[in-house]
């Protein structure tokens, strides 16, 4: 017997982070406890169905009940119920959507006591994927920014700084220091985003040293919230017109699977590029190949007992318009994304998404223990193209 553990985020923060998934049509989805179907607000439950569940307890749904193996549980834990002994029961577990970050923007208990928790067993867990090493690269913007700029790969004129590196030079060194690299790499405004940052918060813009005061003000905010800062040429418009977008460009494995492009300042808009059925204009073929490229810089996932495991989820952000002239580069690196589970003209995507998640975790787990073990675990035979039909949408 298999065992899988999923650390499952709370389906109210999904609720309110617009993430849960319309499995009122879906056989497999049927037995899903009814603690983890959530209501949606007014706004929109003729929209997108009136109940969802969480994009991690569909998975692990699919696992469960549209997989042909049945030697494969799912152990679902909720934040408060995170332990050394939960973790050490299970084979693997997987973080999905809820992770340190996660948990260290949404915990509202008392010195936070659930991220505190959370973070305490992460680091002395070691059957947890990805491996802890991994998560702290992703997470620092810091670390992945400057590995990518010694890979050679394409990312934005960029100045890091560290929480130490600041308080070593003191406050009014750290302000000059931000405005030389400005004159020196980008002149014209800059963006300053925070180490361990999460959906745009603490991001401000600088035009140029008449902004010190304000520069002053969100060193001093922002260093003593978190771990670092990192500043970048702030291209105009971008993220924020069709006409500069951010295009969030989804792999399962090594696989592409989807890209969506989100206009934030028209309210949440999502966009398709043309070439998969959408109305956005982007050049999706050569950006494919360029994300192709980099996701096979990306260090690999090794974990403490040197088992080097299969990629799960990835998805790069990229941006490709500078001053109008296609410029492909990497503005974030993500492993527990947004899936954009409620945009509607996804739906068959994001269908197709879970069930190749949940066949990659089962097949991630299985060459962990076998080779944790040394001895090949029993791999039943992958389930034939009409019994996935027949359990992704229920009979009418």
């Not at 940052?197 to 260093?223: A, H």
């Not at 001053?323 to 990497?330: A, L």
Request: charged share 30%; hydrophobic share 35%.
């Amino acid at each position: 017997m298999v065992r899988i553990g999923i650390l499952l985020t709370n389906p109210r923060t999904e609720l309110k982070k617009g993430e849960l998934v319309d499995t009122s049509h879906l056989e497999w989805a049927q037995s899903v406890s009814k603690k983890f179907v959530t209501k949606r607000s007014k706004e929109c439950p003729q929209k997108f169905g009136r109940y969802g569940i969480p994009a991690d307890v569909a998975i692990g749904a699919y696992i469960q009940n549209a997989l042909t193996g049945k030697d494969v549980e799912v152990d679902y834990i909720m934040p408060t119920e995170i332990s050394k002994a939960r973790l050490k029961s299970n084979d693997l577990n997987f973080l999905l959507i809820y992770d340190i970050l996660e948990a260290f923007h949404t915990d509202k208990t008392p010195e936070k006591r659930v991220y505190n928790n959370l973070k305490k067993c992460l680091l002395e867990a070691k059957n947890v994927y990805p491996p802890r090493e991994y998560q702290e690269f992703i997470y620092s913007k810091i670390n992945y920014y400057n590995y990518l700029l010694e890979k050679k790969v394409d990312v934005l004129p960029t100045f890091t700084m560290t929480g130490a590196e600041y308080r070593k030079m003191g406050h009014e060194v750290a302000l000059d220091r931000v405005f030389e690299f400005q004159a020196r790499e980008c002149p014209g405004p800059i963006i300053g985003k925070p180490v361990y940052g999460q959906e745009g918060k603490d991001i401000e813009w600088f035009t140029d040293k008449k902004d010190r005061v304000l520069l002053s003000m969100f060193l001093k905010k922002c260093m003593n919230k978190y771990p670092g800062l990192v500043f970048q040429q702030m291209v105009k418009g971008f993220g924020d017109k069709t006409s500069c977008p951010e295009l969030r460009m989804f792999f399962l494995g090594n696989e592409y699977k989807y890209s969506v492009c989100a206009i934030e300042s028209n309210g949440k808009c999502f966009f398709h590029p043309e070439a998969e059925g959408g109305t956005l204009k982007a050049p999706l073929s050569k950006l494919k190949g360029v994300t192709q490229k980099i996701l096979k810089k990306l260090p690999a996932i090794v974990m403490p007992n040197g088992v080097r495991l299969p990629r799960l989820i990835t998805r790069l952000d990229m941006g490709y318009l500078v001053d109008g002239k296609y410029r492909p580069f990497v503005n974030e690196v993500e492993f527990v994304p947004s899936l954009y589970t409620e945009y509607k003209p996804l739906r068959k995507e994001l269908i197709g998404y879970i069930g190749h998640c949940a066949k990659q975790m089962v097949k991630i787990t299985r060459h962990y223990v076998e080779k944790r073990s040394g001895k090949p675990s029993r791999t039943p035979n992958p389930p034939s193209k009409r019994v996935l039909k027949r359990h992704t949408l229920k009979r009418k």
